[in-house]
């Protein structure tokens, strides 16, 4: 099976920057995504990784290692509005998405 | 607009009734999912169908079913044989399952559905 591992919860001050880190192990590797999710309401695409390195976005930016299983997701100059669950999920060989727990950030001011 | 639309938003049913879940999108995507949310789990697999009346199971389809009849349509039924079923569950829909571009899922806002 798939296994994904996320932190559970991270909490940062407004302003500050926060890393959500993931590892993967999964058959096959075909991208990994991050979402966002606030409570109650559906999850919206943050990035996507396919490659080795850094994809910025913005205040976001996401890091892939396929070599070890590995990603984050850097959250920079945090607003309350980030406060939300973030998602890792991995495709795999079949295309198919698994995600993690999901890590619940709060920004606190 | 476009986007994926899910009603109801909650649900409410006695165990042992089936219970129907529509998912309907006007993206023009060919792909669509279903998926289950529980507190302090990731959201996991239930069915899913790459094209018109094709669907395949995922991680967690016993008890569930679902039909593909056209392409911006993909309910979810809930039988009574779902052990467990209250939770959020959510729909989703990409523009293909490949690896051409992205290819994310856009998700519907999803329907709580609670079985007293």
């Known amino acids: 099976g798939q296994n994904i591992d996320q932190p559970t919860e991270m909490t940062a001050t407004e302003g500050a920057i926060v890393q959500i880190n993931c590892t993967y192990q999964?058959?096959?590797?075909?991208?990994l995504f991050w979402y966002q999710q606030h409570a109650g309401e559906a999850p919206t695409f943050l990035s996507y990784?396919?490659?080795?390195g850094l994809e910025e976005k913005g205040r976001f930016s996401s890091f892939l290692s396929r070599s070890k299983g590995y990603s984050y997701l850097l959250l920079k100059e945090l607003q309350m509005k980030d406060s939300a669950s973030y998602l890792c999920?991995?495709?795999?060989?079949?295309?198919?998405?698994?995600f993690g727990a999901g890590t619940t950030v709060t920004v606190r001011a | 607009d476009g986007g994926i639309t899910q009603s109801p938003k909650y649900l409410f049913r006695k165990e042992g009734q089936n219970v129907t879940l529509s998912c309907e999108q006007n993206?023009?995507?060919?792909?669509m999912y279903w998926y289950r949310q529980d507190p302090g789990q990731g959201l996991r697999l239930i069915y899913y169908?790459?094209?018109?009346?094709?669907?395949q199971k995922g991680d967690i389809a016993e008890g569930y079913s679902v039909s593909r009849e056209k392409k911006e349509s993909f309910p979810l039924t809930v039988t009574s044989a779902q052990k467990n079923p209250t939770a959020f569950y959510l729909c989703?829909?990409?523009?293909?399952?490949?690896?051409?571009?992205?290819?994310?899922?856009?998700f519907g806002p999803g329907t709580r559905l609670t079985v007293l």
């Open positions: 989703a829909s990409s523009a293909g399952t490949g690896d051409l571009g992205y290819n994310e899922q856009f």
């Open positions: 999964t058959s096959g590797f075909n991208g």
């Open positions: 990784n396919v490659l080795d």
């Open positions: 999920a991995v495709r795999d060989g079949d295309y198919k998405l698994s």
């Open positions: 993206l023009n995507h060919d792909a």
């Open positions: 169908s790459q094209i018109v009346n094709d669907f």
